[in-house]
């Protein structure tokens, strides 16, 4: 008797959990759709990037601790975020392109139930397939363009200030971006080193020639095109540049580049000894006000 109950209890919670997925993914999807255009420009990427809607198709699957269940869980609050967003933006007046619903609903299709094996697996006993379960995942942004890049096994570090500052990050402006697997960490960190230099007041030398200086490094090494010597000139640079500046702008981007440094440590020396990831080449998943600052990969 206990036995043939556990299966239904079982089942009746998967349900709520699904349910509770699938009204906070539509919540998500309509605060995106508000939050456009209403966000201030440095809070933007909250609204516009991929990551905010993978992170939360991720985290509403940790829910569940079976893969297939938070497989389900990941397909469906993206669904249910992809018609939040549609029905808040067609109820505010704005079109929604038929492209959107293509691109969004292959990414629930094929990143959805990924995502929700992921962070069941992260869940489970077994630390290789928790390892496995963020593997989908390249980099966690934190802090915005001024912050700080996250391994993702550091995915588990609870979001507040003082575990996120002993694991190397910080809260900064409250911006969360997943950068997937399929992405180049170090070219869309060479993207946010080149739109924050174009950002620079223009009063400090540091800041007006050392951040350029250290974009284009940046952008040598993430196309694979950097010569012996890039490595130690970025380094070199990045030490010039910090705690110089009038204001810490330049400081926030010199902490952004080595936390890249030493969470995409592995790509760096690929793409250092002229071996550049596929990633490198593909659409950015970052954000940038303005068009033309994120010129890593254009075709
Ligand atoms: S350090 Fe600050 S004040 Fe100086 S040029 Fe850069 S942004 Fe302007």
């Not at 456009?36 to 509403?60: D, E, I, M, R, V």
């Not at 990831?277 to 970052?286: E, I, M, N, P, Y």
Request: hydrophobic residues 50%.
């Amino acid at each position: 008797m206990a036995a043939s109950r556990l299966p239904a209890r079982g089942n009746a919670r998967s349900l709520r959990f699904l349910l509770v997925a699938v009204g906070a993914g539509l919540a998500i999807g309509i605060a995106t759709s508000v939050a456009q255009g209403s966000l201030p420009q440095t809070l933007t990427p909250l609204s516009n990037s991929t990551g905010t809607w993978c992170l939360g198709a991720f985290a509403l699957a940790l829910l569940e601790r079976d893969p297939r269940r938070a497989a389900l869980i990941g397909f469906a609050s993206l669904i249910a975020m992809l018609a939040g967003y549609a029905l808040a933006t067609e109820l505010r007046g704005f079109p929604v392109g038929t492209s959107m619903f293509g691109r969004w609903g292959a990414a629930a299709v094929i990143a959805g139930p990924a995502l929700g094996i992921g962070a069941a697996w992260l869940r489970g006993p077994a630390p290789l397939r928790a390892a496995a379960g963020v593997a989908p995942i390249a980099g966690i942004l934190l802090g915005g363009y001024g912050g700080a890049w996250l391994h993702p096994a550091d995915a588990s570090v609870p979001f507040a200030s003082r575990p996120l500052t002993e694991a190397g990050a910080t809260l900064g402006v409250g911006i969360v971006v997943v950068v997937p697997a399929s992405s180049c960490g170090i070219a869309e960190t060479a993207r946010i080193a080149r739109y924050m230099a174009g950002e620079s007041a223009g009063q400090c030398g540091p800041c007006v020639f050392g951040l350029p200086a250290i974009a284009d490094d940046l952008e040598l090494l993430a196309a694979g095109r950097g010569d012996a010597e890039l490595l130690a000139r970025l380094d070199r640079r990045c030490g010039e540049v910090a705690g110089r500046g009038a204001c810490r702008h330049p400081d926030g981007v010199v902490r952004l580049v080595r936390s890249a440094l030493d969470v995409f440590a592995g790509d760096v020396r690929d793409h250092a000894t002229g071996h550049a990831c596929a990633g490198h080449r593909a659409s950015t998943v970052l954000q940038f006000p303005s068009a033309g600052s994120a010129r890593v990969g254009a075709a």
